[in-house]
């Protein structure tokens, strides 16, 4: 690492914390919290079974992600009869599938697209759950969620959404940069700020639990939340390229367009495994080892330091706004 670029971290991270942080853990290792007032939602599958829409939306929910499929070959029996339930009783809607990365991506997109039908106003875009590598490298996983998210942004003309955990993305998928233009959707459990999946400076959408409970749902459900209020979520709806419902007007983009994002808590955990999953999550097991880095097309220590430097810009940033994020 250069002097000039370990003073330039240094001096970043002075920003944010009493006492700087070492360049590698900030290029490993960051916690980013909500930038202020978060609202709850769920995620759900048929493995929570017949749902009381009404009592879930009476208890406070605003969001839920749906299932409507775990690879090409489980179909989610309740995912239209979810799809319908929730936009009927005013909560926000999306859908997601589990991403299998030995099956083939572009019949997953499809199968996506061709049971979930066109977006209506007020949908949030659909989201790839990206959370096991069938023992596949991780460039081909890699590939594979290029070719999912293209063929679904060239079918609806919106951005997906990229559910995954810190650990799974970069060990798993190599933490590639090509994706941050993708809103994160985090998992992270039993902590007050997640980690972020690198390369991204904020998240979302944050799945804080998979133990969570709602009225309306019997047993366990994940719960997550929206980083920003319900004005935020339409504002993010909209720049997302979805048509607002009829009689909301969104909030203007934050200063440099940047989309809201959730906290994150742990990684998903074993109550999410195929089969038996509450929801989304479940396979993407934490895993140790370090993260490849690159800034610039830089490599080796230089790589890493610098991108060091630009967490560190990000988190000064982040503390200038009242918040911080922290190890």
Same mark, same amino acid.
């Given at each position: 690492?250069?002097?000039?670029?370990?003073?330039?971290?240094?001096?970043? *991270?002075?920003?944010?914390?009493?006492? @700087?942080?070492?360049?590698?853990?900030?290029?490993?290792?960051?916690?980013?919290?909500?930038?202020? @007032?978060?609202?709850?939602?769920?995620?759900?599958?048929?493995?929570?079974?017949?749902?009381?829409?009404?009592?879930?939306?009476?208890?406070?929910?605003?969001?839920?992600?749906?299932?409507?499929?775990?690879?090409?070959?489980?179909?989610?029996?309740?995912?239209?009869?979810?799809?319908?339930?929730?936009?009927?009783?005013?909560?926000?809607?999306?859908?997601?599938?589990?991403?299998?990365?030995?099956?083939?991506?572009?019949?997953?997109?499809?199968?996506?697209?061709?049971?979930?039908?066109?977006?209506?106003?007020?949908? *949030? @875009?659909?989201?790839?759950?990206?959370?096991?590598?069938?023992? *596949?490298?991780?460039?081909?996983?890699?590939?594979?969620?290029?070719?999912?998210?293209?063929?679904?942004?060239?079918?609806?003309?919106?951005?997906?959404?990229?559910?995954?955990?810190?650990?799974?993305?970069?060990?798993?998928v190599g933490a @590639?940069?090509?994706?941050?233009?993708?809103?994160?959707?985090?998992?992270?459990?039993?902590?007050?700020?997640?980690?972020?999946?690198?390369?991204?400076?904020?998240?979302?959408?944050?799945?804080?639990?998979?133990?969570?409970?709602?009225?309306?749902?019997?047993?366990?459900?994940?719960?997550?939340?929206?980083?920003?209020?319900?004005?935020?979520?339409?504002?993010?709806?909209?720049?997302?390229?979805?048509?607002?419902?009829?009689?909301?007007?969104?909030?203007?983009?934050?200063?440099?367009?940047?989309?809201?994002?959730?906290?994150?808590?742990?990684?998903?955990?074993?109550?999410?495994?195929?089969?038996?999953?509450?929801g989304v999550g479940?396979?993407?097991?934490?895993?140790?080892?370090?993260?490849?880095?690159?800034?610039?097309?830089?490599?080796?220590?230089?790589?890493?330091?610098?991108?060091?430097?630009?967490?560190?810009?990000?988190?000064?940033?982040?503390?200038?706004?009242?918040?911080?994020?922290?190890?």
């Amino acid at each position: 690492m250069t002097p000039r670029i370990a003073a330039a971290a240094a001096c970043a *991270l002075g920003a944010c914390a009493v006492e @700087p942080l070492p360049v590698d853990s900030v290029a490993d290792e960051v916690r980013v919290c909500a930038d202020g @007032p978060t609202i709850e939602g769920i995620d759900v599958s048929k493995w929570q079974g017949d749902i009381d829409w009404d009592q879930v939306a009476a208890d406070g929910i605003e969001f839920a992600f749906i299932r409507t499929n775990h690879g090409l070959g489980d179909l989610d029996e309740r995912y239209a009869t979810n799809w319908a339930e929730a936009r009927r009783v005013g909560i926000v809607r999306g859908t997601y599938q589990y991403f299998l990365p030995a099956e083939d991506a572009i019949a997953q997109a499809d199968l996506l697209l061709e049971r979930m039908g066109p977006l209506e106003p007020g949908d *949030l @875009p659909p989201v790839l759950d990206v959370e096991e590598s069938q023992g *596949l490298p991780p460039d081909a996983v890699r590939d594979g969620v290029r070719a999912w998210l293209d063929r679904v942004e060239a079918a609806l003309g919106v951005r997906p959404i990229v559910y995954t955990a810190k650990y799974f993305w970069q060990d798993g998928v190599g933490a @590639p940069g090509e994706f941050v233009d993708h809103p994160l959707w985090v998992a992270n459990y039993g902590v007050d700020c997640p980690l972020i999946a690198d390369p991204w400076p904020r998240w979302d959408f944050w799945q804080y639990t998979s133990s969570g409970s709602v009225a309306g749902i019997r047993g366990r459900v994940d719960r997550d939340v929206f980083n920003g209020s319900r004005a935020d979520l339409d504002a993010f709806i909209a720049r997302a390229g979805v048509e607002p419902d009829a009689g909301v007007e969104p909030d203007a983009p934050d200063a440099g367009g940047e989309p809201d994002a959730p906290d994150a808590g742990a990684e998903p955990d074993a109550g999410g495994a195929p089969g038996a999953d509450a929801g989304v999550g479940g396979t993407a097991e934490p895993t140790t080892g370090a993260a490849g880095c690159r800034a610039g097309g830089a490599s080796g220590a230089d790589g890493a330091a610098a991108l060091a430097v630009a967490w560190a810009l990000a988190l000064a940033g982040r503390r200038r706004r009242g918040h911080c994020a922290t190890r």
